[in-house]
């Protein structure tokens, strides 16, 4: 039986929750979100309730993670939706905070996000890593759960945090849940409403194209930018609008490899109209 998360809204209420399952023996779970929930979002919560006693989510559309000409005023926000989905999920508490809350008047500390934040997005999105770093930090502290789940959609993403929480001795574990994807193989993303119906069959060039690098892989192509050149072709040929990258990466490091041996991640990020999408593969 569904029922409605309180809504948790200072850090001080968040922490409280937090400590309060901890103390009756209950091992805590926590899924920070953006909101606009999809199938993703909510294969988090349920990862968390498997492995976990209570989970937590957080519903916030961080300011600083968003550059100037991005798409924080639009972002997606359905938060009755997003209560209501995780209220289904037995979530208890979803802790969503105000930008004042997070960001008082006064705030002025950042955290400085690790080497493996420095190619791909962090090239293409330059304060993106410092704020995404900044505010897990923060909902790591206000909620300090004992493991916190993130999808593998934002594959450098969740690396940061992993280094993150590694460099800094944060004691929260960090799992990482497979990618979900559409019947027709789009990954799933809240930025995926953005789309119209020519411009959604466009952006399918972007998993194609990192099966295609998993098909060349698997017949034993090791010539790594000819993979990637090939993944690049695919998508122009599909007429996606810009193609921001597409490479194939160390899984740790995400530096450039030019040969296949053991594992890699292949990596594609695109503008199809005005909506940015990025998708990825792990290779062997």
Known sequence: MSHQPTILSTCDAAYQAVREFQRAGKRVGLVPTMGALHAGHLSLVEASNRR??????????????????????????????????????????????????????????????????????????????????????KLFHALPADV??????????????????????????????????????????????????????????????????????????????????HMRQHMLSSQVDQVDYAVIADPESLQEVSQLNGSAVALVAARVGNTRLIDNAVLG
Do not use: W
């Open 52 to 137: 976990c006693d209570a989970t937590i989510a957080t519903i916030f559309v961080n300011p600083t993670q968003f550059g100037p000409q991005e798409d924080l005023d639009c972002y997606p926000r359905t938060l009755a939706e997003d209560l209501t989905a995780l209220g289904t999920l037995g979530v208890p508490f979803v802790f969503v905070p105000t930008a004042d809350e997070m960001y008082p008047a006064d705030f002025s500390t950042y955290v400085e996000p690790p080497a493996v934040a420095l190619p791909l997005e962090g090239t293409m999105r330059e304060t993106h890593f410092r704020g995404v770093t900044t505010v897990v930090l």
């Open 148 to 229: 916190a789940f993130f999808g593998q959609k934002d594959y450098q993403q969740a690396l940061v945090i992993q280094r993150m929480v590694s460099d800094l001795n944060v004691p929260i574990a960090i799992e990482v849940c497979p990618i979900v994807r559409e019947p027709d193989g789009l990954a799933m993303s809240s930025r995926n409403v953005y789309l119209d119906p020519e411009q959604r069959q466009r952006a399918l060039s972007l998993s194609r194209s990192l099966q295609v690098a998993d098909e060349m892989a698997r017949a034993g192509e090791c010539d790594a930018q000819k993979i990637a050149d």
